[in-house]
């Protein structure tokens, strides 16, 4: 057993980059996320919306990726989508697959959808929207001038904030969105940490809860829970923190749909405690513990010792167009059928604008990212994926960290259930565009595309 190390997730060793911009909007914007709002503009600022920026490159001869985490809802229309990513790809030189622009999905942030321009408070949304693109870009032009020779390491935590959200209704047969407490989650929770010279610049956090702790009621722009998480972050370490909203189509947190402030910092503050508990658990930066030798006291006691671990310099990034089946069986209880007719207004557009963004074929046009960055693998796609993809991913690849991204790299395309959901009278069901067997398919093509990112990292050594 002489020399024998202990895992831990892999590291990373390259030329990491990290900035900061500002993308809140004006306090009068555009904003309604929710059918039972009874208004279509914002009325002041909570806290302001972030673009954290990571570029990550092979510190030898590899282009860079970009990760982004904004503090935004969701692409309603592919022409803004495009337009934005488009952008800045072009002025940055980057190809689609080097490049992963990933909201955050808060439910309290203004429209991301120019023909919204005709509503209250909407004249603002195509400057605001270009504004956004320009800071984007300005920020990876700051992190690319700020780059140094960083390490990253990662580590698994746990955090409860996410509850099962598929709640049986106890007055009829169909699922409502709320609070289910008899069905257990996935609580996983994914931390990365960006070093240099000693010093922590960057912590990633990976984790699958949807921001709807403020609803219908609220009329504040606001980063949801993730603002309150990142500012205890920043507190404590000193780093930029980037937010990755994991797979969490039927995760949501116990306290949520509400106005009050308190809550969104309690939820916050949850989360930013775990991976406050999740850093302090870590390894000093680029080491692992092996075990040293045996010293006979009053019990043979077994001697570990941390040591440098062997640092992984890989960088590769795929991008696939699944082609995933629409569905056309017609979902259980119909369209999800209400008597309020503001709720109904906003689900038939909402029905029609996801349909729009899936085309006509009888596939639905699917972008994926894969990413392998030193022995983590990143799969980012613009769906709400249901927390079985991550679940799958890291049960099939033990030995790296493995982050799961909704909301990225594309127009929101609809929720991916389960297929033995597809039997029930649930939101995401009636919602989605996506027929059954897409989730199913869209692991399965995620598990293909890691095997050969991780087969040719070994290949290259």
Same mark, same amino acid.
């Given at each position: /057993?002489?020399?024998?190390?202990?895992?831990?997730?892999?590291?990373? %060793?390259?030329?990491?980059?990290? *900035?900061? !911009?500002?993308?809140?909007?004006?306090?009068?914007?555009? #904003?309604?996320?929710?059918?039972? !709002?009874?208004?279509? %503009? =914002?009325?002041?600022?909570?806290?302001? #919306? $972030? *673009?954290?920026? @990571?570029?990550?490159?092979?510190?030898?001869?590899?282009?860079p990726l970009l990760l982004a985490g904004l503090d935004l809802g969701w692409w309603m229309d592919p022409e803004d989508e495009a337009a934005l990513r488009e952008s800045v790809a072009a002025k940055l030189g980057l190809t689609d697959d080097q490049l992963v622009l990933a909201l955050t999905h808060t439910h309290a942030g203004p429209s991301l959808r120019r023909a919204d321009r005709d509503q209250d408070g909407g004249a603002k949304l195509p400057e605001y929207l270009d504004e956004v693109a320009a800071r984007?870009?300005? =920020?990876e032009r700051e992190a690319l001038a700020a780059e140094e020779l960083s390490t990253l390491d990662? +580590?698994?935590?746990?955090?409860?904030?996410?509850?099962?959200?598929?709640?049986?209704?106890? &007055?009829?047969?169909?699922?409502?969105?709320?609070?289910?407490?008899?069905?257990?989650?996935d609580d996983t929770l994914l931390v990365g940490r960006v070093c240099s010279s000693g010093a922590t610049r960057a912590v990633i956090v990976n984790y699958a809860c949807h921001p709807t702790t403020l609803a219908w009621q609220n009329s504040l722009v606001s980063p949801d829970f993730v603002g309150p998480m990142r500012d205890l972050v920043r507190a404590e370490t000193g780093a930029a923190c980037l937010f990755l909203q994991g797979a969490s189509g039927e995760l949501a947190p116990r306290l949520q749909y509400t106005d009050d402030l308190d809550v969104v910092r309690h939820n916050g503050r949850q989360l930013g405690f775990a991976v406050l508990s999740t850093l302090e658990g870590m390894l000093p930066s680029g080491t692992t513990l092996a075990f040293e030798r045996v010293v006979d006291s009053g019990a043979p006691l077994a001697v570990w010792r941390t040591r440098p671990a062997e640092l992984d310099t890989t960088v590769a990034a795929r991008r696939r167009i699944l082609q995933l089946p629409r569905r056309t069986e017609d979902p259980p209880g119909g369209a999800?059928?209400?008597?309020?007719?503001?709720? *109904?207004? /906003?689900?038939? +557009?909402?029905?029609?604008?996801?349909?729009?963004? &899936?085309?006509?074929?009888?596939?639905?046009?699917?972008?994926?990212?894969?990413?392998?960055?030193?022995?983590? $693998?990143?799969?980012?796609?613009p769906g709400e994926a249901?927390? /079985? @993809? %991550?679940? !799958? $991913?890291?049960?099939?690849?033990?030995?790296?960290?493995?982050?799961?991204?909704?909301? !990225?790299?594309?127009?929101?395309?609809?929720?991916?259930?389960?297929?033995?959901?597809?039997?029930?009278?649930?939101?995401?069901?009636?919602?989605t565009p996506l027929g059954r067997g897409s989730l199913e398919r869209l692991t399965a093509e995620s598990l293909d595309v890691l095997r050969m990112l991780v087969r040719e990292g070994r290949d290259a050594l």
């Open positions: /057993m002489s020399g024998a190390a202990c895992w831990t997730p892999p590291s990373f %060793q390259g030329l990491i980059g990290v *900035a900061t !911009a500002d993308i809140t909007p004006p306090a009068d914007i555009h #904003l309604r996320n929710w059918g039972a !709002a009874p208004h279509r %503009q =914002a009325t002041g600022i909570h806290q302001r #919306l $972030l *673009a954290v920026v @990571l570029t990550i490159r092979n510190p030898v001869d590899g282009a984007i870009v300005a =920020a990662w +580590e698994y935590g746990r955090c409860t904030l996410a509850a099962h959200r598929d709640l049986p209704d106890p &007055a009829g047969n169909r699922v409502v969105s709320g609070f289910n407490p008899d069905v257990a989650v999800g059928r209400t008597d309020d007719p503001r709720a *109904a207004a /906003m689900r038939a +557009e909402r029905a029609a604008r996801i349909a729009r963004a &899936a085309g006509t074929g009888a596939a639905v046009a699917f972008p994926v990212n894969s990413w392998r960055i030193g022995g983590a $693998l990143l799969v980012a796609h249901y927390s /079985m @993809l %991550q679940t !799958a $991913l890291r049960k099939a690849f033990p030995d790296h960290a493995v982050a799961v991204v909704n909301l !990225a790299g594309g127009v929101h395309l609809g929720y991916l259930p389960p297929s033995e959901v597809y039997d029930t009278d649930t939101y995401q069901v009636w919602q």
